[in-house]
Nanobody, 118 residues
């Protein structure tokens, strides 16, 4: 059974930083991509960043240059380092795992709240 657990959310002032973590279980390292999404109140869930099986990365334009996604293979986790945060980054952040081979499973984490406010 695939399970994802996010952590690291909280309240931060504008210009501050947070690091989110997504710990995966039930998946074999190197066989899945991890994406981060976020959903602000009253808005649709939007894609934020992805890291591939070969550790290639890509980012939404709104976070490019401020967010960094990386793998922690020792912990079978993916981190999202968020710097220079602003109010528009306030949202619930979710990670999603997708296997790149059979049985092509996918799973979502439960979400972690990030609030940027002074």
């Amino acid at each position: 059974q695939v399970q994802l657990v996010e952590s690291g959310g909280g309240l931060v002032q504008p210009g501050g930083s947070l690091r989110l973590s997504c710990a995966a279980s039930g998946l074999i390292a190197g066989t899945y991509t991890i994406s981060w999404y976020r959903q602000a109140p009253g808005k649709e869930r939007e894609w934020v960043a992805v890291i591939t099986t070969s550790s290639g990365t890509n980012y939404a334009d709104s976070v490019k240059g401020r967010f960094t996604i990386s793998r922690d293979n020792a912990k079978n986790a993916v981190n999202l380092q968020m710097d220079n945060l602003n109010a528009e980054d306030t949202a619930v952040y979710y990670c999603k795992a997708e296997e790149t081979r059979f049985p092509w499973r996918s799973a979502w984490g439960q979400g972690t709240q990030v609030t940027v406010s002074s």
